[in-house]
């Protein structure tokens, strides 16, 4: 069983950064991709970033390209998201999720474990 659990989130003023980690078990991290998506109140689930297995690809949503980084540790298990200049628009719960697919998607439906997800949220 593959378990993810993030971390980092928190209270932010606009223009502030954060960093979230997501850790996960259970499978060989090293193989798939990884990707962090967020929701908002009353909104749908939404892509922002993802990663492949090896750290060679990125893809960002446009909504957080230049501010967001994506990065990971084979090692450490671990995938981040440097949330840098963030606004109020970026208040969201944000969750990870493993790929066991090839390839670098945006598509929530072809993710097959998720975290439980930790709350952002960016104060004006």
């Known amino acids: 069983q593959v378990q993810l659990v993030e971390s980092g989130g928190g209270l932010v003023q606009a223009g502030g950064s954060l960093r979230l980690s997501c850790a996960v078990s259970?499978?060989?991290?090293?193989?798939?991709?990884m990707g962090w998506f967020r929701q908002a109140p009353g909104k749908e689930r939404e892509f922002v970033a993802a990663?492949?297995?090896?750290?060679?690809?990125?893809d960002y949503a446009d909504s957080v390209k230049g501010r967001f980084t994506i990065s990971r540790d084979n090692a450490k298990n671990t995938v981040y998201l440097q949330m840098n200049s963030l606004k109020p628009e970026d208040t969201a719960v944000y969750y990870c999720?493993?790929?066991?697919?090839?390839?670098?998607?945006?598509?929530?439906?072809?993710?097959?474990?998720w975290g439980q997800g930790t709350q952002v949220t960016v104060s004006s």
């Open positions: 999720a493993v790929d066991i697919g090839l390839g670098v998607v945006r598509d929530l439906s072809k993710y097959n474990y």
């Open positions: 259970g499978r060989t991290f090293s193989a798939y991709t």
């Open positions: 990663i492949n297995y090896r750290g060679g690809i990125t």
